[in-house]
């Protein structure tokens, strides 16, 4: 099948995932209590809100500028701001297209390699992983009897399952291992041949390029603002998601914990291969906030539309400014050379 076409039936399905999210979450509350909700809304927290999204990004430029340098290369902060963006712009639009297209705008605009800057945007979501790991395990414990029957109702089938299979576990590891021998092998014995070929050569230098970036983490040299900046990012984060609490009389009472757990299983959303999170966000979002916390499903779902529509018009509206910013407006030349 050609892979236009298969990502294409791959991104109607997902998004047919996502309106599918949509109509299950909409499909029994009354719209004209939703509105009332809409049209009474406190807005000003929400654009405060908004402000802080924009913050952490530009913290997150920063410190992707640190990676950067850590490989010998140089970039401006307006630059790496701007495709940062434009990553998220694309994001909302086309699920995981904005690793790749902020990459690319920034090799297209410094001249930085392509593999080189994508290694260092997957040492970045490792760190970002291992955040918001840390950041789920001090929700788990400081709301252990709001949440470890729900964790505890999950675990238990799963270690089950896991320890009635352990036989065939075994054997999976041991195929896995045997395939990656006889690789090893084969690779062995055509060393000189495979090196040759133009495709391995590119894949090589792609690879090459690649761990470079991932290793920039270890290599740059200034890890305490990097820290800083990344405590940053997440403080903004959790600060832009406390906020909008205060749009509605029925959430205004939850505070930074529940701003923490939403923030993580929000994320959740974000990340599936929806466009925008669409659906699943929604979904996610009104099963902690009435399910949990006992916030009214209209509330519920009215705090969760407003919210993620007002991110989707900041993602679409500064994605286009800063493309057009970069491209059309920005002429000057790359400070790397050719």
Request: hydrophobic share 50%; aromatic share 14%.
């Amino acid at each position: 099948m050609n892979k236009k076409v298969s990502n294409t039936i791959t991104y109607i399905l997902f998004l047919s995932l996502g309106i599918l999210l949509l109509w299950l979450c909409f499909r029994k509350i009354e719209f004209s209590q939703v509105l009332d909700y809409v049209r009474t809304a406190k807005y000003s927290w929400m654009l405060i809100s908004l402000a802080c999204l924009g913050i952490s990004l530009f913290f997150r430029a920063l410190r992707w500028n640190i990676l950067i340098e850590s490989l010998g290369y140089k970039t401006r902060v307006s630059t790496t701001y701007e495709s940062v963006l434009i990553a998220y712009f694309a994001n909302t639009v086309f699920p995981r297209l904005g690793e790749v297209t902020r990459c690319g705008t920034l090799t297209k605009k410094e001249n930085i390699p392509f593999d080189k800057s994508f290694g260092t945007v997957v040492s970045e979501r490792i760190i970002d992983l291992a955040v918001l790991f840390a950041m789920a395990l001090l929700v788990i414990l400081f709301q252990w009897s709001l949440l470890g029957s729900l964790i505890t109702s999950w675990l238990n089938p799963l270690i089950e399952k896991i320890a009635s299979n352990v036989f065939l576990g075994i054997t999976a590891i041991a195929l896995a291992i045997v395939f990656c021998l006889v690789i090893a092998f084969i690779f062995k014995k055509n060393r000189e041949k495979i090196s040759q070929n133009k495709l391995w050569k590119k894949i090589a230098s792609l690879w090459n390029g690649f761990i470079d970036g991932m290793k920039s983490i270890f290599t740059m040299k200034k890890k305490g603002l990097f820290i800083v900046y990344t405590l940053l990012i997440w403080g903004f984060y959790v600060v832009m998601t406390w906020l909008p609490f205060y749009m509605l009389t029925e959430t205004s009472h939850l505070g930074l914990t529940e701003a923490v757990t939403l923030l993580g299983l929000a994320t959740l959303g974000v990340v599936a291969p929806v466009p925008g999170g669409m659906g699943v966000y929604h979904f996610i979002g009104i099963l902690l906030l009435n399910g949990f916390y006992g916030i009214s499903e209209s509330a519920a779902v009215s705090f969760v539309t407003i919210n993620h529509t007002s991110q989707m018009i900041f993602y679409l509206v500064t994605g286009v400014i800063a493309y057009v910013i970069m491209f059309f407006i920005d002429r000057r030349t790359p400070i790397n050379a050719e």
